[in-house]
Structure formats: structure tokens, C-alpha cells
Nanobody, 128 residues
Framework: QVQLVESGGGLVQAGGSLRLSCAAS????????MGWFRQAPGKERDFVAA????????YYANSVKGRFTISRDNVKKTVYLQMNSLKPEDTAVYYC?????????????????????WGQGTQVTVSS
């Protein structure tokens, strides 16, 4: 069983920055992958970024490439999402997720149903 807790959300003006944190507890293994998703009111939960826990390989949604950076600290068991040049369309609840990679393939996944554990979410609001 894995527990994930997000923090770092808040209100920021367009062009500003925020860093989200996802603290993991329980049994986290090096073959796991970690991801960030976001969901705006009335919309589906969309993929933002993912990272391999073992080697740090990353994958980003096109909408955040060049602005967001995902990283991890293996000692602290924490995943981060550094968000720069924020836009109003980035406003959403941001969720951290973990993929056990029990199915075929070791690639980084971008669909919510492919992840096994989820945090409670943290609100990010970007004003114009």
C-alpha cells in the first residue's frame, strides 16, 4: 500500500511560479513510475508529467513542455513539479500518482487508469 500527499498549491498571478510536492510513504520500489495529473472543474483529468523512479527518465504533456519540470528525491521519497510561466489555463486541482508497472512494458504512461495510487490533490489557481 502506498500513500501520496500533495502540497504547495495556491494562488499566483499569470507568469508566476509554484513548486508542488508529493510525499510518498509505504512500499515504494525503484521500478515504479510517478506522475502528475490535473483536473479543472467540469473537465477530465489530464496528464501533466511522469518520471521513472529508478533512472529519472521524464515525459511531459505538450501543453507544459518548457514550462514545467518534474523531479524526484529518492532519499526523501518525494516527487516535485516545478511550474514556471504559469497561465490561467493551468488552473486545476493537481494530483500525484504512482504506477506499479505490473502490466507489460516499462514505458512512462499518460492515462489515469494506468496508475495505481493517488493523492488527495492540491489546488492551483492562476489569475490573469
Amino acid at each position: 500500500q502506498v500513500q501520496l500527499v500533495e502540497s504547495g498549491g495556491g494562488l499566483v498571478q499569470a507568469g508566476g511560479s509554484l513548486r508542488l510536492s508529493c510525499a510518498a510513504s509505504g512500499r515504494i520500489f525503484n521500478n515504479y513510475a510517478m506522475g502528475w495529473f490535473r483536473q479543472a472543474p467540469g473537465k477530465e483529468r489530464d496528464f501533466v508529467a511522469a518520471i521513472s523512479w529508478s533512472d529519472g527518465t521524464t515525459y511531459y504533456a505538450n501543453s507544459v513542455k518548457g514550462r514545467f519540470t518534474i523531479s524526484r528525491d529518492n532519499v526523501k521519497k518525494t516527487v516535485y513539479l516545478q511550474m514556471n510561466s504559469l497561465k490561467p489555463e493551468d488552473t486545476a486541482v493537481y494530483y500525484c500518482a504512482a504506477d506499479r508497472r505490473t502490466s507489460s512494458g516499462s514505458y512512462l504512461k499518460s492515462h489515469s487508469y494506468e496508475y495505481d495510487y493517488w493523492g488527495q490533490g492540491t489546488q492551483v489557481t492562476v489569475s490573469s
